[in-house]
């Protein structure tokens, strides 16, 4: 065969396949249009899912006679006119395809009326046929109707799902706008019926209506600025979280988009707080100079490619992990049974404002002046206990409140002003830990304690060549976290120094899985990619064990420790270390009162 010129029409055709992938993708783009007209208001009707018709009426500035038959033409747009326009995009809408390829497999009609025109225009088109301009009666704006999607290419119809589905994926579309701005008002119908409708709100009640008052209750604002770069929005705490990734949201300069880079920024800002088979919630803006970010990638305008993208990462990661360190408010606490529902994150976890200003004393009184206590029967709370160890002091200074009971050596049992709190002893002391092993690691001040007689263990030739490796190099990687090896043979090794802080774990289990991160993944990957995870690894073997009896000052001591320590309300599992029952939840489950 020959080579040709395709016809205009299946190019146009060959284009929609990649603009318009579903009556969804259609209504992206009208809305876009909408939005970059300046409109007020916004309103969209839909028919069986969007396939039928798809109706998008707006109050924007309209689009002026003589440019309606342009505007169904290919790579016609009023956006941009030259290389440096594209190069610094401010509108949604720039590549002059989308009406176009809408048009080129659907029945269109476009009615507008522009600014300080006597009239409205109407044109229409049905596939590759375009009629004549008519007369319309409109107030204001544009109103553009799309029926019968797909009607002159059956192919790809057959690959539309069921009209429920069509609908869900247009909702889905309709409510990314919504959340993108709140300036707007918003309404939708589906099959004659109102299903939403948003006036112009404040961006938090936008947030909550369109995600539901549970994710605006458990989400904290997020307001980061630098070096001309912004990050807004509300991201969910660890303890709303879900099992898909349905409530995420970002937006780039007002664009909702799908990036890499910037889903990575935020995976690891939750990393230490969430559990690995959970998803956060969140809706953030990313704003940024338009020539700092590449928005011509891809038709489907979701993806973007930043100038210097190591920046924009470390500029998302650094505002939501410092925002995810300290959460505040109060939120209602939830009945134990509700609890059960969700095993690796319950919904139950009242964020406590935990900002004691107490310096951290577990460990010391754990292991230190108070170790010969450790070992004892579960001790049982008596008011005395508050008097000598909190004296002048009321359970609002103490947002955990005070130790009454330990629950078969797991779990701390403790009062507070809002009920009962319920600790896991052993996921709160790692954390505890966690965090004090990365500060001492920042801080180059990873305390070592020389042991009085060095364990040696059998290793085998790949620990030794880790030791060997470390010891030639001289790059003092093992001493930085605290650890002090020796080579006594070929096959044996011995750990003469531990950090101070993992004096009472085991010695030799320990040194075994420093040493086999640091082979894996090399030292200096594992002390910088690989960090959190050793130091977790290291936090794990440090942390008091379950059915360790502790006394009520050990408790009440942990109890303080969490208060001080950020992320205190997640094992660096991403597991809960606590969580409350409020009185109202304890008298129903008691029947008081009926």
């Not at 044109?123 to 019968?148: K, Q």
């Not at 991201?235 to 799908?258: E, H, I, L, M």
């Not at 960090?531 to 073997?541: D, F, I, K, Q």
Request: aromatic share 6%; glycine share 6%; charged share 20%.
């Amino acid at each position: 065969m020959r080579i040709q010129l395709l016809p205009d029409q299946l190019i146009s055709q060959i284009a929609a396949g990649e603009v318009v992938e579903r009556p969804a993708s259609a209504l992206k783009e009208l809305l876009e249009n909408s939005l970059d007209a300046g409109s007020t208001e916004i309103q969209v009707s839909l028919l069986q899912g969007g396939v039928k018709q798809l109706k998008v009426a707006d109050n924007g500035a309209g689009i002026a006679q003589d440019d309606l038959a342009m505007a169904l033409m290919r790579h016609a747009t009023s956006k941009i006119a030259t290389l440096e326009d594209l190069e610094s995009v401010a509108s949604l809408g720039f590549r002059g395809e989308a009406l176009a390829s809408i048009a080129s497999v659907s029945r269109t009609q476009i009615s507008s009326r522009a600014l300080d025109t006597k009239h409205a225009w109407r044109i229409a088109s049905e596939g590759s046929e375009i009629a004549p301009l008519e007369p319309a009666a409109l107030d204001m704006g544009t109103i553009v109707e799309v029926s019968d999607l797909y009607f002159n290419t059956p192919a790809r119809r057959k690959f539309l799902k069921t009209e429920a589905t069509e609908f869900g994926h247009c909702e889905e579309a309709f409510s990314r706008v919504a959340l993108s701005r709140p300036d707007i008002a918003f309404m939708l119908q589906h099959n004659g019926r109102a299903l939403s409708r948003y006036s112009v709100q404040a961006p938090e009640k936008r947030f909550s209506e369109v995600l539901g008052a549970e994710f605006a209750a458990e989400s904290i604002n997020i307001d980061e600025e630098a070096a001309g770069i912004r990050l807004w929005g509300m991201a969910a705490k660890p303890t709303f979280n879900r099992n898909s990734r349905d409530t995420q949201y970002v937006y780039v300069n007002g664009r909702f988009v799908r990036d890499k880079l910037i889903a990575h920024a935020i995976r690891q800002a939750y990393q230490d707080v969430l559990h690995h088979d959970r998803h956060p919630a969140f809706v953030l803006f990313l704003e940024c100079d338009p020539n700092l970010v590449d928005v011509n990638v891809h038709p489907s305008k979701t993806e973007v490619r930043f100038r210097d993208g190591q920046a924009i990462h470390r500029f998302i990661f650094h505002s939501l992990n410092k925002n995810l360190a300290t959460p505040t408010g109060v939120s209602n606490a939830v009945t134990a049974s509700q609890a059960a529902h969700n095993p690796f994150y319950p919904q139950y976890q009242a964020q406590i404002n935990l900002s004691a200003q107490q310096t951290p004393n577990f460990y010391e009184t754990l292991f230190g002046n108070n170790s010969n206590n450790i070992g004892l029967q579960p001790s049982i709370y008596t008011p005395l206990d508050d008097a000598v160890s909190e004296e002048n002091r009321t359970q609002n200074d103490f947002p955990l409140g005070f130790a009454v009971a330990q629950i078969h050596g797991v779990y701390v049992l403790a009062q507070n002003a809002q009920g009962l709190v319920v600790v896991d002893m052993h996921a709160a002391h790692e954390r505890i830990m966690y965090e004090q092993l990365k500060n001492a690691l920042d801080n180059k001040s990873v305390a070592m304690q020389p042991l009085l007689i060095p364990v040696s263990f059998h290793a085998d030739k790949l620990e030794i060549a880790t030791v060997q490796e470390e010891l030639s190099t001289g790059q003092g990687n093992l001493q930085q976290l605290g650890f002090e090896f020796a080579i006594l043979s070929p096959t044996t090794l011995a750990v003469r120094a531990v950090p101070t802080m993992l004096q009472d774990a085991d010695a030799v289990t320990l040194a075994r899985d420093v040493l086999r991160d640091l082979r894996e993944y090399g030292a200096s990957r594992a002390l910088t990619e690989r960090r959190n995870e050793l130091l977790g690894t290291m936090a794990c073997h440090a942390a008091v064990r379950a059915n360790r009896m502790l006394t009520i000052p050990e408790m009440n001591a942990l109890l303080r420790d969490m208060e001080a320590t950020e992320r205190s309300g997640q094992c660096n599992h991403g597991r809960p270390t606590w969580f409350q029952v409020s009185m109202s939840d304890l008298d129903k489950m008691f029947m008081r009162g009926k």
